[in-house]
């Protein structure tokens, strides 16, 4: 026959195991649950940072604003398409004409960006010009080069 004092000791380490079980189980899954939403969480961070950084490269990108001069210039993208395009001249012929490459006339077209106020002036001196005086200026800037 088993010793009391050995049972007692066995029933009241099986207690103890079933009861920091217990303890410990509620902990385990809480831990779980904060493990989980930190885990959403960083996503969402990574997420944010990702929108920052790219809306910061945009206004980055976009020249500061016009000085008070200029605000009477208008701007559209539109507009300048039309008006290169009612000239007969290419991006890059355009581009010679005003002083700038052929990729910022495509990007002002596209919108992705804006012309400085010098370039706006010029832009508006060209408004006003048929064909054949948009042709004699590009010659012009052609063979000063």
């Not at 902990?27 to 809306?55: C, F, N």
């Not at 009477?72 to 005003?98: I, N």
């Not at 064909?131 to 080069?145: I, N």
Request: hydrophobic share 35%.
């Amino acid at each position: 026959m088993p010793n009391i004092g050995t049972l007692l000791r066995q029933e009241i380490a099986r207690l103890s195991r079933r009861e920091a079980r217990g303890e410990v189980e509620a902990t385990r899954k809480a831990s779980h649950h904060y493990r989980k939403e930190i885990a959403e969480l960083k996503r969402k961070v990574t997420a944010v940072e990702r929108q920052v950084a790219l809306l910061s490269r945009r206004t980055l990108d976009r020249p500061a604003a016009a000085p008070a001069e200029d605000k009477a210039l208008r701007y559209s993208a539109k507009g300048l398409q039309s008006q290169r395009r009612r000239l007969g001249f290419s991006a890059a012929d355009y581009g010679r004409l005003l002083g700038v490459s052929a990729q910022s006339i495509y990007n002002w077209e596209q919108g992705e960006a804006v012309p400085r106020g010098e370039q706006l002036a010029k832009l508006a001196a060209l408004r006003d010009i048929g064909k054949r005086e948009a042709r004699a200026r590009l010659e012009q800037v052609t063979s000063e080069k």
